[in-house]
């Protein structure tokens, strides 16, 4: 049976829920929230050195809501709220070992089609691990998605990039 407590129905679903987000407090106080729009995965391209924005990550393990496209790379948020993102890869300069123009790149996060954060790396011809994490506040319909050294991150021309095949992994979380 269900109690209305200021316009909430609280209801006894093998712990409390409120209406029907299907959020609840579960027998240990911890709140479980089953349709948390979340997403992870990595691109699966046998390509070495990567520039593409978005940035397609092809093969999901959660896409919870189904917020994530794999074939456009964006996510869309569902809701309003503060989205935790992250992504983390292998990169590669050019081949130089001196510091220059064509062995430097870039991983920006995009909202809505505007650089948001970036990252910069200087590899001197060889591979290195980089990664971004930030948190965005996002209206419902506002997308995410990552450019790896191509607009709208910073462009310097090189063809620096990222590896593609299982080397990658992106995700994003609706956190609060």
Same mark, same amino acid.
């Given at each position: 049976?269900?109690?209305?407590?200021n316009g909430y129905?609280?209801t006894?679903d093998?712990?409390?829920k409120?209406?029907?987000?299907?959020?609840?407090?579960?027998? =240990?106080?911890?709140?479980f929230?089953?349709?948390k729009?979340?997403?992870?995965? =990595?691109k699966? =391209?046998?390509a070495?050195i990567?520039?593409?924005?978005?940035?397609?990550?092809?093969?999901t !393990?959660v896409?919870?809501?189904?917020c994530?496209?794999?074939?456009?790379?964006?996510?869309t948020c569902?809701?309003?709220?503060?989205?935790? !993102?992250?992504?983390?890869?292998?990169?590669r300069?050019g081949?130089s070992n001196t510091?220059?123009?064509?062995n430097?790149g870039y991983?920006?996060v995009?909202k809505?089609?505007v650089?948001?954060?970036?990252t910069?790396?200087n590899t001197?011809? #060889?591979?290195d691990t980089?990664?971004l994490? !930030?948190?965005?506040?996002?209206n419902s319909g506002?997308t995410i998605?990552?450019a790896? #050294?191509?607009?709208?991150?910073p462009?310097?021309g090189?063809?620096a990039?990222?590896?593609?095949?299982?080397?990658?992994?992106a !995700?994003?979380w609706?956190i609060g």
């Amino acid at each position: 049976m269900a109690i209305n407590i200021n316009g909430y129905s609280l209801t006894n679903d093998s712990g409390l829920k409120f209406n029907t987000t299907q959020t609840k407090f579960d027998s =240990s106080n911890r709140i479980f929230m089953p349709n948390k729009p979340s997403f992870f995965g =990595s691109k699966t =391209s046998s390509a070495t050195i990567l520039r593409q924005y978005p940035w397609v990550i092809n093969s999901t !393990t959660v896409n919870v809501n189904t917020c994530w496209n794999t074939s456009t790379g964006v996510f869309t948020c569902p809701v309003s709220g503060l989205y935790y !993102t992250a992504w983390g890869g292998i990169c590669r300069g050019g081949a130089s070992n001196t510091p220059s123009s064509t062995n430097t790149g870039y991983i920006g996060v995009v909202k809505n089609g505007v650089l948001q954060h970036f990252t910069y790396w200087n590899t001197n011809d #060889h591979w290195d691990t980089q990664n971004l994490e !930030t948190i965005l506040y996002c209206n419902s319909g506002d997308t995410i998605a990552w450019a790896v #050294h191509i607009a709208p991150a910073p462009d310097n021309g090189s063809g620096a990039g990222a590896y593609g095949d299982n080397h990658n992994m992106a !995700t994003i979380w609706l956190i609060g």
